[in-house]
């Protein structure tokens, strides 16, 4: 409740009379208290998707207004190393172009940011291409592809550092645990982590080695060199999104991008 009237900025009694009132109107109770934990009740629940729907909708009247549909509020999930590679041209693109639309950015993991896009908690997000394939409503625009490689100090050549895994369960660690699993005998394992970012940084300061995807600002990096594994599959970087104009005005940023 507290966090509820943080997010509106009104006080919590505020929220409290609000949620009494609809109450009243709908004749359920829609939550249930045991002390100071408030948590839905099976009513609240059932209703749950269709508010969500009816806020998203909500949320697309001023794009329906703008006669290009780039207005309105925008929800972008972008996993960490698309957001320095990616973000910061894409957000001059559209305060260029379309300077109506209402940018919001969340940074997550392939597989959080998958799930809100899925639930209609964002409109569209740039991720690890998934495996499986996706609902009809999703479109998937593949971005690019980075192939994967060693990642080790460059002030040594030794093959007995430990390694410092890209997280086994991402969508994306996954393709590099397979490729470790049948070439490297008993890899010894500092540390586990779903951080591209941060294992890099942990390799250049001497602690280890790692097998990662090349992004473009891992050539940024200092202190590190990278060797290109070509016999593993490449990590795929994809767009999923539902097909709005503002879908298609990234996709198409994306081609030009990355032309």
Not at 220 to 241: D, L
């Amino acid at each position: 409740m507290a966090e509820a009237a943080r997010r509106q900025n009104l006080t919590a009694a505020a929220v409290g009379q609000r949620l009494k009132a609809l109450e009243y109107e709908l004749g359920q109770s829609l939550v249930q208290r045991a002390g100071a934990t408030v948590s839905p009740t099976s009513a609240c629940l059932r209703m749950m998707p269709r508010v969500q729907s009816i806020i998203a909708e909500t949320a697309l009247l001023t794009s329906d207004l703008a006669e290009d549909g780039l207005a309105g509020p925008y929800r972008l999930g972008v996993i960490s190393t698309a957001l320095a590679d990616h973000v910061t041209s894409l957000v001059r693109h559209f305060e260029a172009v379309a300077p109506n639309i209402e940018l919001k950015i969340t940074p997550g993991s392939s597989t959080r940011l998958f799930e809100q896009v899925t639930h209609s908690e964002l409109d569209a997000a740039l991720i690890v291409e998934p495996s499986f394939q996706l609902p009809k409503s999703m479109t998937v625009t593949a971005v690019e592809k980075q192939p994967f490689a060693w990642i080790i100090p460059s002030e040594t050549t030794s093959e007995e550092l430990p390694l410092i895994l890209y997280d086994r369960s991402s969508w994306g660690g996954e393709l590099a645990w397979r490729w470790i699993d049948k070439n490297v005998r008993s890899p010894n394992i500092l540390c586990e982590m779903d951080a591209p970012e941060t294992v890099a940084g942990l390799v250049s300061s001497g602690a280890g080695r790692a097998i990662l995807p090349i992004w473009k600002g891992l050539s940024k990096m200092a202190a590190i060199k990278t060797q290109v594994i070509s016999e593993m599959p490449k990590r795929s970087i994809a767009f999923v999104h539902a097909g709005s104009p503002i879908d298609r005005a990234c996709v198409k940023f994306f081609k030009e991008h990355l032309s």
